[in-house]
């Protein structure tokens, strides 16, 4: 009767370690699916610039290498396992063995070779991108796009050359294929980490100190991007996208960033360059050239950009009809969406420094006063509607609740 007892506990056994193998490879598999999609909007294995792939290959030098330790200790478990178990039970106990000096010996250098074969190439890449930083301040050709991370967006300010010199804009990144981009990153707020996986490692924006990243985007499309660096409440919605465009459509869209908004393209009648009045209490914060509300009467105003620069407190709202996303990547670009959000914009996104707006939420605006502010505001095309995107990304925007 033991015996039977001791046979259905060793099924048991057996059946749970069966078991716990199966569920370890069947999530070691879906890993490696997840790894392996090409697809996934923040990849950092389907690279789209020169830096993006000097990472890319940082990335396959660790990986192989791991794969050989991974196989070499896993090999060396089961021969160990199954050549020294014990066979019966009258098996004499093997000699007891304290200490080895040359194993220690072998197993201290091995990883400290493998950490120089990691080592050498890393430091190399981080000098190289560290130049090519430099060698776009340097170059006349390079544009320079300062970028200002917000508790929890993101400002772009263009800054070189003169063609694009005063254009602003938030969170939606344009810029021209093929060509050197130098972007300047700063904060006056907290720490955050501009990072774009299809295009360059991470980079931190820190308060009072300039950092620089250079990269050319060699195909036209989205690629998203996402802060960091744990920045408070809002930090996971702290998202971004580098629209990558050829030369023409990019020119095309400062061209209309300057012009303002078309008649033509919107969907209030009447004048498309006069804000309702609604709007004025977004003024506190949000500018839009190219019409009435705009404090200095429809001029662009200067900008002075920089470490030092007067931070804006809300994103720059200029052709936010072309926008494809609400809120840094945090919602779909609809009119529902649009009027959720001023109606109460904190309880969307935690924390958000942008107060209800709804009178049900506490704030001044009836319904059909934010109705007003989000025709107004989803109208702000340039003359033939905003152009659309093209290349990879550009159809799925992954948003809140995907
Ligand atoms: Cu900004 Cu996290």
């Not at 370890?24 to 490696?32: M, N």
């Amino acid at each position: 009767m033991e015996r039977r007892a001791g046979g259905v506990q060793g099924r048991r056994a057996m059946a749970t370690r069966v078991l716990s193998l199966v569920g370890i490879a069947v999530v070691a598999l879906v890993a490696l699916s997840a790894c392996t999609d090409d697809n996934s909007f923040y990849s950092t294995i389907s690279p789209r610039s020169e830096s993006a792939g000097d990472i890319q290959f940082l990335y396959k030098v660790i990986f192989f290498m791991s794969l050989v330790v991974f196989v070499g200790v896993q090999v060396a478990i089961v021969y160990t396992v199954l050549h020294f178990r014990r066979r019966s039970e009258d098996d004499a106990r093997p000699e007891q063995v304290h200490g080895n000096k040359t194993l220690e010996i072998v197993w201290t250098i091995i990883p400290a070779v493998v950490l120089l074969i990691i080592f050498i190439p890393t430091v190399q890449t981080m000098y190289d991108h560290a130049a090519e930083a430099e060698d776009a301040n340097e170059s006349e050709d390079a544009y320079v796009i300062e970028i200002y991370g917000k508790q929890w967006w993101w400002e772009v300010h263009y800054a070189k050359p003169d063609e694009v010199a005063q254009v602003v804009t938030a969170n939606e990144i344009r810029v021209p294929v093929g060509r050197q981009l130098l972007f300047k990153l700063y904060s006056n707020n907290v720490i955050h980490s501009f990072w774009v996986p299809q295009l360059h490692g991470k980079m931190d924006v820190i308060p009072g100190h300039e950092n620089e990243l250079a990269f050319t985007v060699s195909e036209p499309g989205v690629y998203y991007g996402e802060c960091a660096e744990f920045c408070g409440d809002a930090h996971a919605w702290m998202r971004f996208k580098v629209i990558a465009q050829p030369q023409e459509q990019f020119d095309a869209w400062v061209a209309a960033w300057k012009a303002g908004p078309s008649q033509e393209a919107a969907a209030i009648s009447g004048d498309v360059s006069v804000a309702p009045q609604a709007f004025s209490a977004c003024l506190a914060c949000h500018r839009v050239n190219g019409q009435t509300a705009n404090s200095s009467g429809g001029e662009i105003t200067p900008l002075q950009t920089g470490l030092e620069a007067p931070q804006i407190s809300g994103p720059n709202l200029t052709l936010f009809g072309c926008r494809t996303t609400i809120a840094a990547g945090m919602l779909e670009h609809t009119p529902e969406n649009l009027h959720a959000w001023i109606e109460n914009a904190p309880s969307i996104k935690p924390g958000s420094h942008m107060p209800p707006y709804g009178a049900d939420a506490g704030g001044a605006l009836t319904d059909e006063q934010i109705d007003a502010v989000v025709t107004y505001l989803m109208s702000l095309k340039p003359e033939g509607g905003c152009t659309p995107l093209t290349g990879e990304n550009v159809e799925a925007p992954p948003v809140a609740g995907q």
